[in-house]
């Protein structure tokens, strides 16, 4: 018996693919940040898998979407957004669990001319002892408040 073959029999693996999701979202006006408020459409698609090893429990999550904003000001023009996210979760039942994403989304207003993107990384690493490690990074470049 080869050593994949026996890994193979003690794994359980459970995936599954969402093609074309659809979601709707309405954010109301923050005028203070200069937001005016904006219902936005996302289509796209996503990945989840699940792998239990017996020992541990490992999960993978990513998507790739399109978001069109359309502000609540009739005088504004709708735009367009792209990007992805993943994740990725592990919990050992030896009570170690770590987290990681990693977000990107990128677009512009103005047919191309400036383009901007959100980056979002989060990194979380628990043991029973408590958290060793909790790392943030956001860059998000118009909203300043």
């Not at 005016?36 to 796209?44: I, Q």
């Not at 490992?58 to 735009?79: N, Q």
């Not at 001319?113 to 490690?133: C, L, M, P, Q, S």
């Amino acid at each position: 018996m080869s050593v994949l073959s026996s890994w193979a029999r003690s794994v359980q693996v459970w995936a599954a693919v969402r093609h074309a999701f659809s979601t709707v979202q309405h954010f109301d006006p923050i005028p203070e940040c200069g937001f005016p408020g904006a219902t936005e459409y996302a289509t796209g698609n996503d990945r989840l898998i699940l792998v239990d090893k017996g020992d541990s429990w490992h999960v993978t999550f990513g998507e790739t979407f399109r978001i069109v904003e359309v502000p609540d000001d009739p005088a504004l023009p709708s735009w367009e957004r792209k990007g992805t996210d993943t994740l990725h979760f592990n919990l050992t039942k030896g009570g170690i669990e770590t987290f990681t994403e990693a977000y990107h989304e990128s677009g512009s207003n103005d047919d191309g001319k400036n383009i901007w993107t959100i980056r979002y990384y989060r990194t979380f690493v628990a043991t029973e002892d408590g958290v060793r490690v909790d790392r943030e990074v956001i860059v998000f470049p118009f909203l300043e408040c």
